[in-house]
């Protein structure tokens, strides 16, 4: 496991990616509560009864973005946050689809999928693939053994 006190060395590569994500995600969290109507305007939907939702949406999103800022200092180190990223990412995408099978989403709708989650399935991989292979080859914790980041 990685000593907290010690900054494991994270690649610029994958620092530059969470600063996107997160200047990214905080301006559409923005974009979401400023504007509630404008992706249900350009997809051609009726507008929601209750705007406060999406808002709501906007909110998290804009939340993930900070989350973001603060793992692209190290992004080795704050793996979690780009765990908890990358599930959301994941998760997301099967909830349009289901909802854009039932009718209720438009298909239109899909470029929100396409920009939140989809173009950072590969580079949020990637950095928990390295940070997984950074805490691997460390000394496993006492009492941990077996767990994803133990050597037993």
Known sequence: MVDPGRSEKSPRWASAVLTLAAIYNIAWGLWAVL??????????????????????????VGVYGIGYAV?????????????????GKLFGPIGFVDAAIRGTLAWKMCWIILTNDLIWWIPFSAILFRA???????????????LIFSDS
């Open 132 to 146: 997984w292979r950074a805490n691997h080859s460390k000394a496993p914790v006492p009492g941990m053994s077996g």
């Open 71 to 87: 793992a692209a200092a190290n992004p080795i180190r704050h793996w979690p946050i780009v765990l908890v990223g990358l599930l």
């Open 35 to 60: 504007f509630p109507q404008a992706a249900f305007d350009f997809a051609g939907m009726a507008h929601p009864r209750y705007p406060e939702i999406w808002q709501c949406v906007g909110m998290i």
